[in-house]
């Protein structure tokens, strides 16, 4: 240990001769060799990163998509068929614009593929779910190796699937959101009366 802390303070001693002397200075081994990994290192965290985003943005979008569902769909069916094409169209775009289909520099760096809205109504409730397709994630130094030398026990399942994700791509991320058919206050109509 004395002698690596021997090693460093010369070589900072060195450094500040040359600075002091105007000499122009000289990259340590050190810097040139970590600096590389270093950028892996963080490249591999961001795409991490991306991944958390990703199911942080579906679950917030899902939220929405429900919520608005709930609040703008009708239980009178004879408006289901505006309630599947407007309705329904509208809140995707809104979803898409929010996950960052717009913007390519965002779908990139969430590896966006495809993002697909289904809609099932029940007596009680209206099942709301969002499907995102990604692309491979593009670390193809993650990707050298098969993914059962990998994923070798005792991990498991969960590890075929970030294999899958960051080098196959086109996994499927689901949110599932359960609302009831309404919550806003429904007008009251006498009887016999057609408004």
């Known amino acids: 240990m004395s002698a690596a802390i021997k090693t460093i303070k010369g070589r900072l001693a060195r ?11 000289q990259a340590m081994t050190e810097v040139v060799l970590l600096f590389p990994i270093f950028l892996i290192i963080v490249f591999i965290t961001a795409k991490i990163f991306a991944l958390l985003v990703l199911v942080q943005k ?6 929405y998509a ?3 569902w709930q609040l703008e769909s009708h239980i009178n069916a ?12 509208d809140i995707e ?4 614009g929010y996950m960052g289909f717009d913007t390519p520099a965002v779908s990139k760096f969430l590896n966006l593929k495809d ?17 995102v397709t990604t692309n491979p994630a593009g670390v193809k130094m993650m990707c050298k190796y098969p993914k059962q030398a ?27 959101k359960y609302v009831p ?3 806003r206050p429904i007008q009251f109509v006498l009887p016999g009366l057609n408004n």
Not at 115 to 131: A, C, D, F, M, S
């Open 15 to 25: 450094a500040s001769a040359c600075l002091a002397e105007g000499r122009s200075g």
């Open 58 to 63: 579906l679950e917030i979008s899902s939220y």
């Open 66 to 68: 429900a919520r608005r």
């Open 78 to 89: 004879d408006h289901s068929n505006w309630d599947e094409t407007t309705l329904k169209k």
């Open 93 to 96: 775009k809104a979803v898409r």
């Open 115 to 131: 993002l697909k809205i289904e809609v099932v109504r029940t007596q009680v409730w209206n099942v709301i779910t969002i499907t």
């Open 150 to 176: 990998v994923c070798t026990p005792p991990y498991g399942a969960a590890c075929m699937n970030g294999h899958d994700y960051f080098c196959q791509g086109g996994k499927q991320m689901e949110v599932i």
């Open 181 to 183: 058919n309404r919550d």
